[in-house]
């Protein structure tokens, strides 16, 4: 099976900050990779699929990159609303996915 | 407006079984694969199972393999999990969620959860 490990678990930003979170795949997924943002109580939201394509209704601060094994969401400046959780998923294996384990942003 | 709604859950002793149901509207439910992630508390996504647009082709966790079952009626735009043989482990909210365009894909429609107690 494929493991996503994401690094950091937690990081502490302060608004107006570039933030970035990998994502790495213990085999090559090629871009058949997501990610989503969890906010508490609420269900995970869609921001970016296939690697580096924007969810429609996504702000554009919001990007992804990588392709293989590595991979990144990079929010160019953090705003109030972005303090969340994110996880990346592998779409890669038919109908087996996995997410990584998850990285909060908190305020610093 | 696209749309997934969970429900089923609630609380069952080590052992005991559970169905959830996912009624989906807004959207051509038998053009699309779903699947069921859930999130035990205080941790992070788990994904649980998922099906293809028709039915035909399912896969499960290996945590779960063998004790749960997903299925779908696509004539009742509904998706289920059948849960057997629960164990404490099993105790998280169960979301059902919509696959991008193809099934092998990102999923961009999350229900709200059902939660699913574990316990004696």
């Known amino acids: 099976d494929i493991q996503m490990t994401q690094s950091p678990s937690t990081l502490s930003a302060s608004v107006g900050d570039r933030v970035t979170i990998t994502c790495r795949a213990s085999?090559?997924?090629?871009?058949?990779l997501a990610w989503y943002q969890q906010k508490p109580g609420k269900a995970p939201n869609l921001l970016i699929y296939?690697?580096?394509s924007l969810e429609s209704g996504v702000p554009s601060r919001f990007s992804g990159s990588g392709s293989g094994t590595e991979f990144t969401l990079t929010i160019s400046s953090l705003q109030p609303d972005d303090f969340a959780t994110y996880y990346c998923?592998?779409?890669?294996?038919?109908?087996?996915?996995?997410f990584g384990q998850g990285t909060k942003v908190e305020i610093k | 407006e696209v749309q997934l709604l969970e429900s089923g859950g609630g609380l069952v002793q080590p052992g005991g079984s559970l169905r959830l149901s996912c009624a989906a509207s807004?959207?051509?439910?038998?053009?699309?694969?779903m699947s069921w992630v859930r999130q035990a508390p205080g941790k992070g996504l788990e994904w649980v199972s998922a099906?293809?647009?028709?039915?035909?082709?399912?896969d499960h966790a290996d945590s779960v393999k063998g004790r749960f079952t997903i299925s779908r009626d696509n004539s009742k735009n509904t998706l289920y999990l059948q849960m057997n043989s629960l164990r404490a482990e099993d105790t998280a909210v169960y979301y059902c969620?919509?696959?991008?365009?193809?099934?092998?894909?990102?999923?961009?429609?999350w229900g709200q959860g059902t939660t699913v107690t574990v316990s004696s």
């Open positions: 969620a919509k696959s991008r365009l193809v099934t092998r894909d990102s999923m961009d429609v």
């Open positions: 296939k690697a580096s």
């Open positions: 807004g959207f051509t439910f038998g053009s699309y694969g």
């Open positions: 085999q090559s997924i090629s871009s058949w």
């Open positions: 099906i293809s647009d028709s039915g035909g082709s399912t």
């Open positions: 998923q592998q779409y890669d294996s038919y109908l087996t996915w996995t």
